[in-house]
């Protein structure tokens, strides 16, 4: 089972909304998804309970109880587990952080976003693990051309040397109607909304793929060194 967070320290960024949508790209491709929902608002799981078809299993859990809510996700044989923090949650971040395989950041394109990723940065690199950053509610490009708000998002995220992710989501309001009946943007009929999440989560899923190919490599090379018995 693989874990993502989907972590940002400022609220309203999109946490949410990306980490449901994640959850329910990976449920349509077939895999067996959990959410575990952290933020005490509960946001995830109003989104997801709203759901009439068959979806992703959801759990209100605790930073603190993560651990348990990640080996109960082991022990139902899930294949992934999303994790939605909550904003200003620094210890559950940090908590988050550790537990996920992968962590990916959501930023909206404004300055104070970005000053308020800087700690979040801070805190990945500290603990060593793979992330990345999703930039979240950008304007759409008028015939490729970005606003001007986003042009300046994009330097201030390279000066800080944040890996971005390939794909930059729009503010769509299909994103907020598609989540009220527990929808992903990928089951409406708005394809460019469709085609950001799908590319997210092919992203998603690559880096997820690459850890894997990075663990077997490092298992062959440990089973190589291994002295043979005499
Ligand atoms: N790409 C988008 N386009 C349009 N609306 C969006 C988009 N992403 C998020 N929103 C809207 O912005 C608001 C905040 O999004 P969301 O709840 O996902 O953020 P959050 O980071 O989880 O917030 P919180 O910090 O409160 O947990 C919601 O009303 C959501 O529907
Ligand atoms: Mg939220």
Redesign the pocket.
Same mark, same amino acid.
Do not use: I, P, W
């Given at each position: 089972m693989r874990t993502i967070a989907v972590i940002?320290l400022? #609220? #309203? $960024?999109?946490?949410?909304?990306?980490a449901t949508h994640l959850a329910l790209a990976a449920h349509l491709r077939g895999l067996d998804v959990m959410v575990a929902d952290v933020?005490p608002?509960h $946001?995830a799981s109003d989104a997801l309970g709203a759901r009439e078809e068959s979806g992703p299993a959801v759990v209100t859990t605790t930073g603190a109880k993560l651990m348990s809510a990640q080996f109960a996700a082991v022990g139902l044989k899930k294949d992934l587990l999303i994790v939605?923090t909550?904003?200003g949650a620094v210890e559950d971040v940090g908590e988050a952080i550790v537990l996920a395989d992968f962590s990916v950041m959501?930023v909206r394109p404004t300055l104070m976003d970005i000053a308020g990723l800087v700690r979040t940065l801070t805190l990945a690199r500290k603990l060593g693990k793979p992330f990345t950053v999703v930039v979240?509610?950008a304007p759409v490009a008028r015939e490729g051309l970005e606003a001007p708000v986003v042009k300046r998002a994009l330097r201030g995220l390279e000066f800080m040397q944040a890996p971005l992710a390939p794909v930059i !989501?729009?503010?769509?309001?299909v994103?907020?109607t598609a !989540?009220e009946r527990g929808r992903s943007v990928e089951e409406t009929s708005d394809r460019s909304a469709a085609r950001e999440i799908t590319e997210l989560w092919e992203f998603v899923a690559g880096e997820l793929a690459k850890l894997t190919a990075l663990e077997e490599a490092e298992a062959v090379e440990l089973v190589d060194e291994e002295p043979a018995q005499e």
């Open positions: 940002a400022k #609220g #309203g $960024s999109g946490k949410t909304t990306v933020d608002q $946001s939605d909550a904003a959501v979240n509610q !989501l729009r503010g769509r309001t994103y907020q !989540l």
